[in-house]
């Protein structure tokens, strides 16, 4: 099965950005799309933006404007770019396939505090 390695999170002030990277043990290609989720203690795991073969894209209406991705499929791997970043965008962040979903990495963790 397929599995994600993500990285490129840490603690950033607000108003900052980070991207974040995920690279992919096998090709992505053949998944119709890929994504990036946060997961905040005490919710559920959600999903922040998505991009899929057809270069359709899909966001969370909170990081609309503030949020962009990309994925490459000859390297296998997807990136988050999030500017502008809030402390509400604090959690833990994935990277999977999308709409379903396969095995979770470790994720990246993403601190936003002053």
């Known amino acids: 099965q397929v599995q994600f390695v993500e990285y490129g999170g840490g603690l950033i002030q607000p108003g900052g950005s980070l991207r974040l990277s995920c690279a992919a043990s096998?090709?992505?290609?053949?998944?119709?799309?890929m994504g990036w989720y946060r997961q905040v203690p005490g919710k559920e795991r959600e999903l922040v933006a998505a991009?899929?073969?057809?270069?359709?894209?899909e966001f969370a209406d909170s990081v609309k404007g503030r949020v962009s991705i990309s994925r490459d499929n000859a390297k296998n791997t997807v990136d988050l770019q999030m500017n502008s970043l809030r402390p509400e965008d604090t959690g833990v962040y994935y990277c999977?396939?999308?709409?379903?979903?396969?095995?979770w990495g470790q994720g990246t963790r993403v601190t936003v505090s002053l």
């Open positions: 999977n396939t999308y709409p379903s979903v396969q095995h």
């Open positions: 096998e090709t992505t290609s053949s998944f119709i799309g």
């Open positions: 991009v899929t073969n057809f270069g359709t894209m």
